[in-house]
């Protein structure tokens, strides 16, 4: 048994961070990396550890592997030591606690197995998510507390899932969803950080605006954490499937129409991640096998973009396609690795992409879904010309007045070896396969398949190459949720600045009058009703000399009152209100 749960590696050493001297953090960022992802690899076989009492008959777990958590926890581990790699040049202190505090609260909730453990981790990985938002600049603090409150209300929605799910089942382990009400707070509480459709809004409003190596963190853990635990709760659920299904079509669709290059790559985590959902939603050993490798591909092909715009972003200071060209000559390797992650993003064959794309498509089909089989091939070439659009505009059109190079030295390296891992896991992917939850057996390297996804890619090559004179750049980007959740906040808090407070003042004014009337009229009842009368009189039409008359009367009477008329406690005030109340209940009873 391994002597330490793996999350215990990173957080023990985002303690001792702060105490060690500037020059040798990052260093020792590497080691806790490279310690921990050597931890997950030495455990072989199923185990449960540190079980720590909790609450009379509960337990928290702090260490559950089995084959699925142990393959996330391997991808998040892998992929960590690459990142901290690219991060050489991040020499701020609570940005590097951050991405600590990220990787283990990421595989804090991978090896939990026990729901408030995992809740726990659930949140930290939110709060130093927020960090590396927040230290992207200052354009960043309006994102940042967007991307807090809906994770508040996500973790609440998760929080309730995990209550129900205690009050049906008495249990706390991590496991399938009860159904009914508790099922539908884990869709919401998951989705949030899964970015389904609409709880997505969060995703392409911060990512576009945390540190360059903020945004290549943040691609990894917070969405595939949530699939992680969709395939841990909700497998075979049709509703997610559904989801997933909506996912991939619709941030394939916004992700064509951005200028901004981390836009359209958040844009198209949400699709990529459609996928997995979809998967997870199709529910059989082939297509939890194929959501679970494309959570692992997607690590690696979707980290290595977010590493190569930020390298661009790093040399240039440009984010958008529009300000950019010409960088094929002046960074070819960083334009190497761009076009090896595109083509693995779309599922060009031999590349990992393809791999779990392939077999979702084919969990699709073996489960007679047409339609979403139809839908996931269209996500593959809308896809494919997103980044034909990237690199096109950032590598090959050329932009006089343009000078760069490729990036440092580290930040090549971990592209390189990012890289590598995409061609690998395409050309041999049984080294993944040995890895997965369930033995595989379709065939992936189906020669159909192959020619039918080459001759695809091919035709809208070629159509793109006879279509080039017509083809305009976007200048439109019709709004996203975000948009509306922003006007609908303006408009709450509209509502409560300037609405809420006239209410208030009418209201209280209205109950000042009521009360000062009140106390008027019961000085004297009998008194102030003849007042009252006498002044209803008066707004009837009477003749000249009734008016004066009345008008007189009227006068005098409210110059003695209250007079020394009934009192409170007089008979003849409780004879009258008796009389008002018996009268009500004779209209209530017989007349309405």
Wanted: aromatic residues 10%; proline residues 5%; glycine residues 10%.
């Amino acid at each position: 048994m391994i002597a330490l749960p793996p999350f215990a590696i990173y957080l023990i050493g985002a303690i001792v961070l702060p105490l060690l001297p500037q020059r040798v953090r990052h260093e020792w960022m590497l080691f806790v990396t490279i310690a921990g992802l050597a931890c997950i690899s030495l455990q072989k076989g199923d185990m449960i550890g540190w079980v720590l009492p909790f609450l009379s008959g509960m337990d928290l777990i702090l260490l559950s592997v089995d084959d699925l958590s142990r393959v996330v926890g391997y991808i998040f581990a892998g992929i960590s030591v690459l990142a901290i790699i690219y991060a050489s040049e991040e020499k701020r202190l609570i940005h590097q606690i951050a991405i600590l505090l990220q990787i283990g609260s990421g595989i804090g909730i991978v090896f939990a197995g026990d729901f408030i453990t995992l809740f726990l981790f659930w949140e930290l990985l939110a709060l130093s998510s927020l960090a590396l938002i927040w230290y992207g600049g200052e354009d960043a603090a309006g994102p940042g507390y967007r991307y807090a409150l809906m994770h508040i209300l996500g973790g609440a929605l998760l929080l309730g899932a995990i209550s129900l799910q205690y009050a049906e089942t008495g249990s706390l382990l991590v496991g399938h969803a009860a159904p009914g009400l508790t099922t539908i707070l884990f869709i919401l509480g998951i989705g949030m950080n899964a970015a389904i459709i609409p709880l997505h809004a969060w995703l392409p409003d911060a990512y576009p605006k945390a540190s360059i190596v903020g945004s290549v963190i943040l691609c990894i853990f917070t969405t595939k954490a949530a699939v992680y635990l969709l395939a841990r709760t909700l497998p075979g659920s049709e509703v997610v499937m559904y989801l997933g299904a909506i996912m991939v079509v619709y941030g394939l669709i916004f992700a064509l129409l951005q200028d901004d290059m981390r836009s359209l790559l958040s844009y198209h985590i949400i699709s990529q991640v459609g996928y997995m959902v979809a998967a997870i939603g199709i529910g059989t050993t082939l297509a939890i096998n194929g959501g679970i490798a494309h959570l692992f591909n997607h690590i690696l092909y979707k980290a290595l973009l977010f590493m190569v715009v930020g390298a661009i972003i790093y040399q240039t200071g440009r984010h958008r396609l529009s300000e950019l060209g010409g960088l094929g000559k002046q960074m070819p390797l960083t334009f190497a690795a761009c076009i090896i992650a595109s083509a693995a993003i779309a599922g060009v064959p031999w590349l990992n992409g393809y791999i779990s794309k392939e077999m979702i498509v084919g969990a699709a089909a073996e489960s007679g879904l047409f339609t979403l089989e139809i839908l996931l091939l269209i996500g593959s070439v809308g896809t494919f010309l997103s980044f034909v659009k990237l690199n096109y505009y950032a590598f090959i059109k050329e932009k006089p007045g343009l000078v760069s190079s490729d990036p440092p030295l580290p930040m090549q390296i971990a592209m390189v070896m990012t890289a590598l891992s995409c061609i690998i896991y395409g050309v041999y992917p049984w080294v993944l396969f040995s890895i997965l939850p369930y033995p595989i057996t379709h065939d992936v390297f189906s020669l159909t398949h192959v020619i039918e996804t080459i001759i695809i890619f091919a035709a809208v090559l070629l159509n793109l190459w006879v279509a080039r004179s017509i083809i305009k750049q976007i200048t439109y980007i019709p709004p996203d949720f975000m948009a509306l959740y922003r006007t609908v906040g303006r408009a709450f808090l509209r509502v409560s600045r300037f609405i809420l407070p006239a209410v208030e003042t009418g209201i209280t004014r209205i109950i000042s009058r009521i009360s000062s009337g009140a106390a008027w009229f019961l000085q004297n009842p009998v008194m102030a009703g003849e007042i009252l009368l006498q002044s209803a009189l008066l707004r009837i039409v009477t003749p000249a000399a009734a008016g004066r008359c009345r008008e007189e009367h009227l006068a005098l009477l409210t110059a003695q009152y209250p007079g020394g008329g009934s009192s409170l406690r007089d008979p003849g005030y409780g004879i009258f209100i008796v009389s008002v109340l018996l009268f009500a209940y004779f209209i209530m009873v017989f007349v309405l």
